[in-house]
């Protein structure tokens, strides 16, 4: 990004860097209760099949450990828990109401002795290096001050032989298609958002941290410059999504 390295984007704004964690904190603490409508509203429920999509990609085993980074309301680590058969999956985000919404879930309290649920920055993960088997972040990295220190820490954290997989809304090839996809983002998620949770702002923010997001290609370097090897990207849904992984060898 070439913009002054003490600050960084909200959406379109800029803003000092200390101050975006704080303000992501806003947005989600005020649509955690509404979130996962709000993924449906963002993805036209698409995004359970991509959630699908990634679980069939890394295709859990028995035992592994898995850390969920902005994990929120727990979607993911139910999804590898159930595939895995059995296994342990800590979810880690920054937002505490997210991770209270988590805890009421069904399949929480049918899960409780496999799962554990923290707080932290996935800046600076509070867990000591080569701990888990695997490291999942979806819809989370950008919103995430600095991604590049994300994609580091991810791989300090994984064991050897450890796999990193990153689940994010990213760029159609195609420019007519994205057109016509920004102007669904710009024109409609905002006025959901004000319908089904009461707040447009948060939803505008959304929408313009997808744009703001570097596409595929460059997120793949990103992931090759923190250490992971073997690093590919699968597009979902003509690239309004992708699948990025990586390996810790």
């Not at 209270?100 to 899960?111: C, D, F, I, P």
Request: proline share 4%; aromatic share 10%.
């Amino acid at each position: 990004m070439t913009q002054d390295s003490n600050t960084t984007h909200f959406g379109f704004e800029t803003v000092p860097e200390s101050e975006k964690a704080g303000k992501v904190q806003g947005v989600f603490g005020s649509v955690a209760s509404k979130y996962d409508v709000m993924n449906d509203v963002m993805s036209l429920g698409i995004h359970r099949i991509w959630k699908d999509a990634m679980m069939d990609w890394l295709a859990p085993r028995p035992g592994q450990k898995l850390l969920d980074v902005a994990g929120g309301t727990g979607d993911v680590s139910f999804k590898f828990l159930g595939r895995a058969g059995y296994g342990h999956a800590t979810v880690c985000d920054l937002t505490e109401p997210m991770l209270v919404e988590g805890r009421k879930r069904a399949e929480a309290a049918q899960m409780a002795d496999s799962l554990d649920w923290v707080t932290g920055d996935a800046m600076a993960l509070p867990f000591q290096d080569n701990t888990f088997d695997v490291y999942t972040i979806s819809f989370g990295i950008r919103n995430v001050t600095r991604p590049q220190e994300a994609l580091n820490e991810a791989y300090r954290v994984l064991k050897p032989g450890g796999r990193l997989m990153v689940l994010e809304f990213s760029q159609i090839p195609n420019d007519l298609m994205q057109k016509a996809y920004d102007l669904y983002s710009f024109n409609v998620i905002p006025k959901m958002g004000q319908m089904i949770a009461n707040d447009r702002d948060s939803y505008q923010y959304l929408v313009e941290s997808i744009r703001k997001f570097p596409d595929q290609e460059t997120f793949l370097d990103m992931v090759r410059q923190a250490g992971f090897e073997n690093a590919k990207y699968r597009n979902l849904t003509m690239g309004i999504a992708a699948l990025h992984s990586g390996w810790k060898l």
